[in-house]
C-alpha cells in the first residue's frame, strides 16, 4: 500500500505481516489463514477507507464543532455529544467508489473467485443459486484502542453490510471510546479497519488462554465456552470453564455455570437474538471430551505459532474457527500471598491479580453511581459504559455474570483493577458500605460479620423528602421473624381497605393497591367523584394512600391508576348521573383502564397530583403502575404526566404487552405486574363469568406458561422485576410454576399470604436441592 495508491479494500490471504493500515484483527487473522488455521474468509476495509468516507461527509470539522467546548469530565454531555456524532456518521453516505470496491469483494465472497470471474449469464444464474453470504463485520483497531471493539452478526445483503460498517465506524465515537482518549490523551482524529467475515452460525462458541493469567501458571490451559454466538459472554452470560494441564490435556478442574441465555440466527428474520436456553441444558456441560481435546490441540499450535495468546473460537457442527488471536497482556502486579479478615462468602472468577478492600457499592441502575466514594469496592451485575468515569474512583469490581473476556474483565485489564467476575449472587450477598476484601488470584470475595458494640435499639426508617423509592433489581431475601421462612421470591399482598395495612406489614409490601375501590368507600362513583366534587376525591386518596403507606414504610406500595369499567359500581350512587357511563356490550374489552385515563386526562392528573403530594411529604415508597396497556404509545403519553421522579410499572393484562414487551422495557419501565386473570382470558378467548365455557379457563395451559416465561425472559435481560397478582397468586397448587418460572414476587391475598409463603420457601429449597445434587453428580 502506498499514499499514492490508496487500497480501500483487501482480501485477508493478500494482507502483508507489516501492513499497518488494516488493524490489529485484521493482522492477526491475516497471519493465521496463512499458517493454515482454519479462520473464516473475508475482506478488509482499510484505515484509508475510513479516512476517505470521513473526507467526503467532512465529519473531522463537523466533529471538531461539536467537542470543542465540551467537558471532558462531564459525562452525561460526553453521552449526548457521542450519540450527536454516532448519528451523523451512521446518516452520512459511502462514496460510490468505496461502496462499489466493498460491494465487489462481497460478492466475490458469496460466489467464489472462479464463479465471479465467469461474468455474465453464468454469474447471474450462480448468484441466484447461492444467494449472498451472511456476514459478521467487526472493528479492527489501529493504534492505542480500547480493548473490545464493535462486533455485527448476522448481516445480509449489500444495504445491510453497508449499514454494519458505518455502525463500526461510529463505534469510534462511543462515549466511553471518546472518554479513553480524552483520559490517555491521545490526540488526532481516530481511526480503524474494518473485518467482514463469512458468518459462522456457531453452535458454540469461547476462549482459550495458553496459560493461566491470573496466577501466570504456565502448566495450565485455561477453556471457557457457552452455547451459539461468543457475544453473548461480553455481558450475557457466564461461561463454562475448564482446567486443562498444558502437557496432556487432562481435565484438572472444570466449573459449570448456570446459562440462561444464549445468543443465535433467527431462523426466520435472520437477525441476532436472545433464546433462553431449556432448563434441561443450563448446568450441562457445554463441552465434550473430545471437544476439549480439539481445543487443547489448538491452543498448543497457536502457542507454538505466535507464543501465548488469547484465542476466540468458534464451532459449527463440530469444526472449530478462530476469529481472533492476541499475546496475552502481561501482568506485573505482585504475587505475593494476602490475607483478609473473615472468611470468603462467594468466589469468582479472578480477572486482574490484585487485591483490594474497601466498603461495598451496590450498583444496579444509573441512580446508583452517585453513592460512589474514592476507594470503594463496585458490585454489579455487569459493568456497562455508563460507570466508566467511576473507575478512577473505585479500587475493584465484582460481577454477578461474565468470564475472563467480558466487558468488566476487559476493562479491568486496561486500567488495572482488581477484578472478580462470574460471582452469581453477589449483589444480593453483599450489602452497601460492607467492607469487604477481594482476592483477585483465587476469584475469593471476604467480608468479616462487625462485633456487636451493645443492645441495638430499634431504628425507625427517616422518610427522605426528595428520593423515590427504589424497589432494587435484584432478589431481596424475606427477613421475617425468627422461625420465618426465607424466600428470594418476595411475598406481597392485595390491599383493598387501608384497615388492613397493619395485617399488611407481614408481607414484602402491597403489590396491588387499586384506586378505584379506596375512592368507592365513599359510596359515590369514582369517575363521578372527581369530575364534580375533585376536592374530595383528592382528600380521600389522598388520606387512604397516606395511611396505607406510612404503616408499611419503607415496604412498597404498588397503587394502580383508576381501572374503572362502565359496568362496575353500578350500585352506587350517581353511576347513572354519568353520561358517560354507557352500556358497553363487553365492558372488560371495553373503555378503562390506562385508555380511560388517558380520555380524561383531567382525572389522571389528579391522580398524578395526589402521589406528587405524598412524595414530597416522604411516601417514597409509593410506585405507580398502569392498568390494560396495549401499546408503548399509551405508556410514553401516560409517562408525559409525570412531572416528579416516581417508579413506574406497567400491568401485563393484554397479549399485545406480553408479545410486545421488549420495546415495553425500553422505555425504562421499572417493573411490570401480569394481571393474570385478563391475561389468562385474553389469551384463551375464554370468558371466565360464562359457566358455560369457564370449566375451560386454567393459568396452567401452555400458552399461558409460554407467554409469562417470554415476560420473565425478557424482562431479566432488561433488568425490569417481575411481579405476578390475580388469583393465580393466592392458590399454592401455581404458585411452584411461578418460582420455577423466575417470577421476582408473587402477590397473594391477605388471608393467603402465610400458606404462599410456605409454598414458596418449600419450592426454593426443593430449586436448591435439585441444584447441588446435580454439581455432585457432576
Keep these: 500500500m502506498t499514499q499514492t495508491d490508496p487500497i480501500y479494500v483487501i482480501k485477508l490471504e493478500d494482507i502483508d505481516n507489516d501492513s499497518p493500515d488494516v488493524g490489529s484483527k485484521a493482522l492477526s487473522l491475516a497471519d493465521l489463514l496463512k499458517a493454515n488455521f482454519s479462520v473464516p474468509h473475508g475482506f478488509v476495509l482499510t484505515r484509508q477507507a475510513f479516512e476517505k468516507f470521513a473526507r467526503a461527509n467532512k465529519l473531522e470539522s463537523r466533529i471538531a464543532n461539536l467537542v470543542k467546548d465540551l467537558n471532558p469530565d462531564d459525562f452525561e454531555s460526553l453521552r449526548g455529544v457521542s450519540e450527536k456524532i454516532q448519528t451523523m456518521i451512521t446518516n452520512s453516505n459511502v462514496p460510490d467508489y468505496l461502496e462499489r470496491d466493498m460491494m465487489d469483494a462481497y460478492e466475490e465472497l458469496s460466489v467464489g473467485k472462479e464463479a465471479k470471474e465467469l461474468g455474465g449469464a453464468a454469474l447471474d444464474l450462480i448468484k441466484a443459486g447461492r444467494g449472498e453470504a451472511w456476514l459478521a463485520v467487526r472493528t479492527s483497531p489501529i493504534g492505542e484502542f480500547m480493548e473490545q471493539g464493535k462486533s455485527i452478526l448476522n448481516v445480509r445483503g449489500r444495504k445491510k453490510l453497508s449499514d454494519a460498517v458505518k455502525k ?4 469510534l465515537f462511543t462515549a466511553r471510546a471518546m472518554f479513553h482518549r480524552r483520559d490517555r490523551r491521545i490526540e488526532g482524529f481516530p481511526s480503524m479497519g474494518i473485518v467482514i467475515q463469512k458468518m459462522v452460525d456457531s453452535d458454540k462458541s469461547g476462549t482459550i488462554f495458553t496459560y493461566q493469567p491470573e496466577t501466570q501458571d504456565r502448566s495450565k490451559i485455561v477453556v471457557e465456552g457457552i452455547p451459539g454466538l461468543g457475544e453473548a459472554m461480553l455481558e450475557l452470560v457466564t461461561p463454562d470453564e475448564y482446567m486443562l494441564d498444558k502437557e496432556t490435556g487432562k481435565v484438572l478442574e472444570k466449573k459449570i455455570r448456570r446459562k440462561l441465555w444464549m445468543l443465535k440466527r433467527d431462523a426466520m428474520s435472520g ?160 450489602k452497601d458500605d460492607q467492607v469487604i476484601g477481594i482476592d483477585g488470584i483465587n476469584g475469593r470475595i471476604y467480608y468479616k460479620e462487625p462485633e456487636p458494640i451493645g443492645p441495638v435499639e430499634p431504628q425507625i426508617p427517616v422518610m427522605q423528602e426528595t428520593e423515590a423509592y427504589e424497589e432494587p433489581l435484584r432478589p431481596d431475601l ?60 383528592s382528600r380521600i386518596l389522598y388520606d387512604s394512600l397516606e395511611r396505607i403507606a406510612r404503616t408499611l414504610y419503607p415496604k412498597p406500595v404498588f397503587y394502580r391508576s383508576l381501572d374503572v369499567r362502565t359496568d362496575d359500581f353500578s350500585e352506587l350512587e350517581d353511576s347513572e348521573e354519568d353520561e358517560e357511563e354507557a352500556k358497553e356490550a363487553n365492558p372488560s374489552l371495553g373503555w378503562h383502564g390506562i385508555r380511560r385515563s ?26 405507580l403502575f398502569l392498568p390494560f396497556i396495549s401499546s408503548v404509545e399509551e405508556l410514553r403519553r401516560a409517562k408525559s404526566f409525570l412531572d416528579f421522579p416516581i417508579k413506574t410499572g406497567i400491568m401485563i393484562e393484554t397479549p399485545a404487552a406480553a408479545l410486545n414487551i421488549e420495546n415495553f422495557c425500553r422505555e425504562d419501565i421499572d417493573f411490570v405486574s401480569i394481571g393474570s386473570d385478563d391475561l389468562t382470558q385474553l389469551v384463551l378467548g375464554i370468558d371466565r363469568d360464562n359457566p358455560s365455557v369457564s370449566k375451560l379457563y386454567t393459568y396452567l395451559n401452555p400458552a399461558m406458561i409460554n407467554l409469562m416465561k417470554h415476560v420473565v425472559n425478557v424482562c431479566k435481560q432488561h433488568r425490569v422485576r417481575v411481579s405476578v397478582c390475580g388469583d393465580v397468586g393466592s392458590d399454592p397448587r401455581l404458585v411452584e410454576t411461578l418460582v420455577e418460572l423466575g417470577i421476582d414476587s408473587i402477590t397473594s391475598d391477605i388471608d393467603s399470604l402465610e400458606q404462599i409463603r410456605e409454598t414458596v420457601a418449600m419450592t426454593e429449597r426443593k430449586l436448591l436441592l435439585d441444584n447441588v445434587r446435580k454439581k455432585q453428580d457432576i
Design 168 to 171: 463500526c465506524w461510529a463505534s
Design 271 to 430: 437477525e441476532t437474538v436472545r433464546e433462553s436456553v431449556s432448563r434441561r441444558d443450563t448446568e450441562l456441560d457445554v463441552l465434550n471430551d473430545n471437544e476439549l481435546i480439539k481445543l487443547w490441540e489448538l491452543a498448543l499450535k497457536a502457542e507454538r505459532h505466535g507464543g501465548a495468546r488469547m484465542i476466540e473460537w468458534c464451532m459449527e457442527r463440530g469444526r472449530i474457527f478462530l476469529l481472533q488471536s492476541q499475546p496475552i497482556k502481561e501482568l506485573s502486579v505482585p504475587m505475593e500471598e494476602h490475607t483478609f479478615d473473615g472468611n470468603p462468602v462467594t468466589e469468582g472468577v479472578g480477572i486482574y491479580p490484585g487485591f483490594a478492600k474497601g466498603n461495598a457499592k451496590i450498583v444496579l441502575g444509573q441512580s446508583d453511581l452517585s453513592k460512589i466514594n474514592d476507594g470503594d469496592i463496585l458490585v454489579t451485575m455487569m459493568t456497562s459504559d455508563l460507570m466508566v468515569p467511576t473507575f478512577k474512583k473505585i479500587s475493584g469490581i465484582i460481577t454477578d455474570s461474565g468470564g475472563r473476556t467480558c466487558h468488566a474483565a476487559r476493562l479491568a485489564r486496561e486500567l488495572g483493577i482488581p477484578c472478580i467476575v462470574g460471582a452469581e449472587t453477589v449483589t444480593a450477598l453483599l
Design 478 to 537: 424475606h427477613m421475617g421473624k425468627p422461625g420465618d421462612d426465607f424466600t428470594a421470591t418476595q411475598v406481597k399482598v392485595n390491599l383493598t381497605l387501608p384497615d388492613m395495612a397493619e395485617k399488611a406489614k407481614e408481607s414484602d409490601g402491597v403489590g396491588l393497591l387499586r384506586a378505584e375501590h379506596l375512592l368507592s368507600e365513599s359510596g359515590r362513583h369514582p369517575i363521578y367523584l372527581a369530575k364534580n366534587n375533585p376536592d374530595e376525591f
Design 598 to 623: 388517558l380520555d380524561e386526562p383531567e382525572v389522571f392528573r389528579m391522580e398524578i397530583g395526589v402521589l406528587r403530594r405524598l412524595h414530597q411529604n416522604g411516601m417514597n415508597n409509593l410506585v
